[in-house]
């Protein structure tokens, strides 16, 4: 699960690591108020006005501007709130701000020049153990800075037994050309980072970019933490920072049903148990000619109530032109499963995409027959090659 920058920032600074402070703002008259108050906290003179949505590269987008006096943080925070930012990550369709951080200057005058540097946390599942990866060239595309100058990218993996060891906080600050105080600053930050990606069961924390000031404080400018979900259930407190607004409205709903849907680009919808078998009927559409156009498991106990709700949220997609359900009954029965998908097809009616449907397993030849016996246009498989034929022969 993402969360927004703010909500990051306020999970680093439990764990004591130096945050670029800010306040948040829903309309323009709250970014004013929020500048002053940040003034009243920080001494700050300029402020930064940063959209929040779960996506990178707002910055290139136009979702991040540099205020330098109060008129000018109205004017800017009237234009990113409501608008449609676009970015790499957001795709052509892009995501509408409702909300902005106001954040305190941090590139101010001093006795060092400031220096960016990028950060995370993440598990390298080759090896089972979670590494830092960490680079002297912060501030910039990490993907860019990987391809043309790998040498400038660090990785510090962690042994689970345990844990990150001091020599290697330190370590990570002398590869990153450090001295003195900032060393110092710097191990702290490292050694913080790791507790709070631990401590909050996080897939992936970014920090990018990581700022040596020019006082010779480290702190984190921006954040990008991802959640993993299956453990949240630890965590209520991290739950309720769940955004829905920036999840795919169709995803959300498949969830109030159970279903482990993720929407992709393709013309065939899928409709399986199991994600083994819902990976093999995926290879089999692309085999047969076709693009998968989700990836969707009903579960275990899949009931027809539940079937006929796969059945609407695949049905969305307008790019779906045909369906393919492909259901091994082991746990679930496979007469359920048909008798949703006729009671689907005749609840929502106008069903204008032929629907191909391969039952096998507990009930099967009860299940066929429910199907042939229905008068509906749909297509029976036994076999998952006959099943992708069949796909084949109603795309051409």
Known sequence: MNIHEYQAKEVLKKYGVKIQEGILAHTPDEAVEAAKKLSEQTGTSWWVIKAQVHAGGRGKGGGIKLAKN???????????????????????EGKKVHMVLVSQDVFYPGPSEPKEFYMSVLLNRSTGRNIIMYSTE????????????????????????????????????????????????????????????????????????????????IIAVDAKVNLDENALYRHPDLYAYRDIREEDPTEVEAGKYNLNYVK??????????????????????????????????????????????????????????????????????CDRVAQGIV?????????????????????????????????????????LQEAAEKVKAVLA
């Open 70 to 92: 109060l008129d000018e943080v109205r004017d800017l925070a009237s234009k990113i709130i409501g608008m449609n930012l676009v970015t790499k990550q957001t795709g052509a």
């Open 138 to 217: 912060g501030g910039m595309d990490i993907e860019e800075v990987a391809e043309k100058t790998p040498h400038l990218i660090f990785k510090e993996e962690i042994d689970p037994k345990v844990g990150l060891m001091p020599f290697q906080a330190r370590k990570i600050a002398f590869n990153l050309g450090l001295s003195g105080e900032a060393y110092k600053e710097m191990v702290a930050f490292v050694t913080n980072l790791y507790k709070a990606y631990e401590d909050t069961d996080s897939s992936m924390f970014e920090i990018n970019p990581v700022l040596k000031t020019s006082d010779n404080k």
């Open 264 to 333: 992709l680009d393709g013309n065939v919808g899928c409709m399986v148990n199991g994600a083994g078998l819902a990976m093999a009927t995926m290879d089999m559409i692309k085999l047969s000619g076709g693009e998968p156009a989700n990836f969707l498991d009903v579960g275990g106990t899949a009931d027809s109530k539940r079937v006929e709700e796969a059945f609407r949220i695949i049905l969305k997609d307008e790019n779906v032109k045909a369906i393919l359900v492909n259901i091994f009954g082991g746990i679930v029965r």
């Open 343 to 383: 009671d689907a097809y005749k609840n929502i009616g106008n069903i204008h995409v032929p629907i191909i449907v391969r039952l096998q397993g507990t009930n099967a030849e009860i299940a066929k027959k429910l199907i042939d016996e229905s008068g509906l246009q749909v297509h029976s498989a036994i076999e």
